[in-house]
């Protein structure tokens, strides 16, 4: 965990990979704690210390989590992520020999649409993609566009229009393009750290008390191919 932002309302760290954000059946300790921890320690705080989540990352994910410090940031939060007003940059590694470049409407700057309908497997903790509309299926869109490229791997940089289980994940995977890394949706091979190569970039908002605008990059993960990409 490193902080890269903090006020006395708001808290923003950029978790490592296999880092869980909550508590689950694992019993691992949850990104929550280890935050709560650093503040108590460092501001000397007696008593429990209050933390709010807004939102989540899947496991395998490395990135910027926003937690808030205080109710009133909470409340405003929460609120601001369900009306879209938080903006979530991603960039995601994929194969290059795939079809990143090729596939979903095309517009004049490069940048991608994916219009998909997914719908969601609980047991075993899996998002598919439709072309069309099913029963219980949800609407999922994303803008991307390749803003690098190595010998064998082009770099995305995505944009979530809306928030589905899984969705960058599954999306890519449904035009031939699993993030590199990621076993359960097809891509031929794992990370040897157990890491999918996605990355939570960038997070742009408006702070919910100061009303300030606010825009946080995480650092690249510890990983010469990332580097690489600098």
């Known amino acids: 965990m490193e902080v890269v932002y903090e006020d006395n309302h708001l808290i923003i760290v950029s978790k490592r990979s296999g880092e869980i954000v909550q508590g689950d059946k694992t019993g691992d300790e949850p990104l929550s704690e280890t935050v709560k921890r650093y503040i108590k320690e460092k501001y000397q705080k007696p008593g429990a210390v209050f933390l709010g989540v807004t939102h989540r990352l899947d496991r395998p994910v490395s990135g910027l989590v926003v937690f808030a410090r205080t109710s009133k940031a909470l409340e405003r939060l929460n609120r601001m992520f369900a009306n879209g007003e938080v903006h979530k940059t991603y960039w ?70 809306t928030g589905r289980h899984h969705q960058i994940r599954c999306q890519l995977a449904a035009i031939g393009c699993p993030i590199k890394g990621d076993l359960k949706y097809g891509a031929p091979r794992s990370n040897p750290d157990g890491s999918i190569s996605l990355l939570s970039r960038r997070v742009e908002f408006v702070h919910p008390v100061s009303k300030l605008p606010i825009c946080v990059e995480a650092p690249l993960p510890d990983d010469p191919l990332w580097k690489a990409f600098r």
């Open 92 to 161: 995601a590694i994929v194969g290059k020999d795939k079809q990143a470049n090729e596939m979903g409407d095309v517009e004049n700057d490069g940048e991608h649409t994916l219009v998909h309908w997914l719908t969601r497997n609980e047991k075993q903790n899996k998002s598919y993609a439709y072309d069309r509309e099913k029963p219980g299926s949800k609407r999922a869109v994303l803008k991307y566009k390749v803003i690098g490229e190595s010998d064998r791997y082009k770099l995305l940089e995505i944009n979530l229009l």
